[in-house]
């Protein structure tokens, strides 16, 4: 019997291959998540082909009761439908335990953030006696008012910022508009790199990119993402970072302070105000850990 399940599982993982053409590593993945489930079942002489409904839920029970997390399970539970459709489209089984399985709750994965010392140690990270950093001090001091994608801010242009109203003009995702207010902060660092940094970063002349690299030309994100994490290390910044670290440390904060959800929608250019609730997820949290830390029955 043992045999049997093992060259099925075989039979399986050519399978995907050949129909799906996945990776080598998502194959293992695939292949050892069934092979966990055939050395679960073994020493209850049963085979994988003859595993019910109720049998599943008892495996799904003792993965959880072993401490393996929620992801891991429905991780687990993706592989053994997986398997359990194939089984059946071979006609190798007449129906497919599976299928009244529920996903173990995995809950919402909460955005990478910042706490406000930290944006602060971070902004203050570059040397604004040299020009390039001072540029950089300027675009760190942008993205965290207005809460830019970091695409949105390397491609920002001149004629996008109105400094008199102190206003960015943004084309976000699908070519939708979006006004944000800059703070004053953000536009005193903004209009101080104009008149002392900006012109030194243009060798060859004119160029209508806001922000310019060395080279006088518009910045990657790569390299951008590649500075904001050395001046992470030199801030002694400890916490995780991404790319959108800091426009989601924009939203948090504003939410933390009391910041209507629409307007942090607008703010934002969420077309979809559930992408933009997460937020308040972020801000139960704190009050949460708040609550843990301070309150006497905590």
Known sequence: MSVNDEMTIERFIDALWMERG??????????????????????????????????????????????????ST?????????????????????????????????????????SEDDVDRLLAAPDVKIALELRDRAMLEVLYACGLRVSELVGLQLAQVNTQQGVLRITGKGGKERQVPMGEESL???????????????????????????RGRQMTRQTFWHRIKQYAVRAGVNTSLSPHTLRHAFATHLVNHGADLRVVQLLLGHSDLSTTQIYTHVARQRMKDLHRSHHPRG
């Open 74 to 114: 429905a991780r687990a539970l993706s592989s053994m439908r997986s398997f359990y459709q194939w089984l059946l489209r071979e006609n190798l089984i007449q129906e497919d335990p599976t299928l009244l399985l529920d996903a173990p709750k995995l809950g919402r994965k909460l955005p990478d953030s910042l």
């Open 188 to 214: 005193w660092w903004y209009e101080r790199y104009l008149r002392e940094a900006r012109s030194s970063l243009l060798p060859e002349g004119a160029s209508d990119v806001a922000f310019p690299s060395k």
């Open 22 to 71: 996945l990776s080598e590593n998502t194959l293992q993945a695939y292949q050892r998540d069934v092979e966990a489930l055939r050395q679960w079942a073994e020493p209850r002489q049963q085979g994988l082909l003859r595993l019910h409904n109720v049998d599943l839920l008892g495996y799904l029970a003792a993965l959880q009761g072993r401490g393996l997390k929620a992801r």
